[in-house]
């Protein structure tokens, strides 16, 4: 069975940072693109960061949305199965749930054109991130 577990989420003050994770367990994991979307209250979800499979020179090409890429940097470790999500100098309007996502057939950057409404392989089911002013 397959599963992608988030961690690292928590509450944290304004410029503050935080690392979240997702270990995914019963895929090959270095087959798959990853990847992070988030969600606030009564908004769509919308991308994060995304980490294509990985080449022969190592970790894959990473793609951002444009207003996050300054602070965020997303990371992936195939021998852990696991991608990350440093997210440094938070702000109250990042506080949403992130959900990791990871899709065989897709590029980083292709999630980000494709945005939520894609039919990924699999998604995580969330970690509550918060920013307190």
């Known amino acids: 069975q397959v599963q992608l577990a988030e961690s690292g989420g928590g509450l944290v003050q304004a410029g503050g940072s935080l690392r979240l994770a997702c270990a995914a367990s019963?895929?090959?994991?270095?087959?798959?693109?990853a990847g992070w979307f988030r969600q606030t209250a009564g908004k769509e979800r919308e991308f994060v960061a995304g980490v294509s499979i990985s080449g022969s020179r190592g970790s894959g090409s990473a793609y951002y949305a444009d207003s996050l890429k300054d602070r965020f940097t997303i990371s992936r470790d195939n021998a852990k199965n696991t991608v990350y999500l440093q997210m440094n100098s938070l702000k109250p309007e990042d506080t949403a749930i992130y959900y990791c996502?990871?899709?065989?057939?897709?590029?980083?950057?292709?999630?980000?054109?494709?945005?939520?409404?894609?039919?990924?392989?699999?998604w995580g089911q969330g970690t509550q991130v918060t920013v307190s002013s």
């Open positions: 019963g895929l090959s994991f270095s087959s798959f693109a």
């Open positions: 996502v990871a899709d065989s057939g897709v590029t980083a950057q292709a999630m980000s054109v494709m945005g939520p409404d894609y039919e990924y392989d699999y």
